[in-house]
Every structure is written in structure tokens, then in C-alpha cells.
């Protein structure tokens, strides 16, 4: 399977590269963009004190995205790679949360 010309839409990605356990926050590399395929939607609630963004997206990719980094501004919650019978990866899919 040809996975490449699945990805066609762009994507912002921001690997995670720390903490700092004084201000309990963390660091990324600058952005960079990717190759990917999204799908989903991003509902969001309003509630009388605050607003929740939750989010059902999925985003296929080929980067070695992991859980904490950050793809179009949101945090990377979930990860699920898959691979070829021989063990070679094929794609990840990515699950985000805001």
C-alpha cells in the first residue's frame, strides 16, 4: 500500500523536546510542516464558565510523532502505529486533543 498519495493535505507538527519542572511547562521545537491526512471534526462546548474544545480527529502520517508533541496547535493524546508483514512501518495514526 502506498500510503504517500493518501497524505495530501499539510500539516503543522511540534515535537515535544522537554519540561520545565519549575513553571510545569513544556518545550517544542520549532514547526514544521508534514505530510498528513485529517479527518474528524473539533466540536466545541460552551458551558456558563468555561469552553471545552473536544476533539474526534484522526491524522494519518509518516513522522515519528509521538504522544505530548503537538500537530495543527493540539496535543498529540494517542498514537497507534501500523506496520507492513515485514515490520516496516507504514503510517501512524494520531489521535489530538485540544
Same mark, same amino acid.
Request: hydrophobic share 35%; proline share 1%.
Given at each position: 500500500?502506498?500510503?504517500?498519495? $493518501? @497524505?495530501?493535505?499539510?500539516?503543522?507538527?511540534?515535537?515535544?523536546?522537554?519540561?520545565?519542572?519549575?513553571?510545569?511547562?513544556?518545550? $517544542?521545537?520549532?514547526?514544521?510542516?508534514? &505530510?498528513?491526512?485529517? !479527518? &474528524?471534526?473539533? =466540536?466545541? @462546548?460552551? $458551558?456558563?464558565?468555561?469552553?471545552?474544545? +473536544?476533539? &474526534?480527529?484522526?491524522? +494519518? =502520517?509518516?513522522?515519528?510523532?509521538?504522544?505530548?508533541?503537538?500537530?495543527?496547535?493540539? +496535543?498529540?493524546?494517542?498514537? @497507534?502505529? !501500523?506496520? !507492513?508483514?515485514? &515490520?516496516? @512501518? =507504514? !503510517?501512524?495514526?494520531?489521535?489530538?486533543?485540544?
Amino acid at each position: 500500500m502506498d500510503i504517500d498519495k $493518501y @497524505l495530501t493535505m499539510k500539516c503543522s507538527w511540534e515535537q515535544k523536546t522537554g519540561s520545565n519542572e519549575r513553571f510545569m511547562t513544556d518545550t $517544542y521545537a520549532a514547526a514544521q510542516d508534514i &505530510g498528513c491526512f485529517v !479527518y &474528524g471534526d473539533i =466540536v466545541n @462546548l460552551r $458551558y456558563s464558565t468555561e469552553k471545552a474544545d +473536544l476533539s &474526534g480527529q484522526t491524522i +494519518l =502520517v509518516k513522522a515519528d510523532v509521538n504522544v505530548g508533541d503537538k500537530i495543527n496547535g493540539q +496535543l498529540v493524546k494517542k498514537v @497507534l502505529p !501500523y506496520y !507492513y508483514f515485514d &515490520g516496516t @512501518l =507504514v !503510517y501512524k495514526e494520531v489521535h489530538i486533543m485540544d
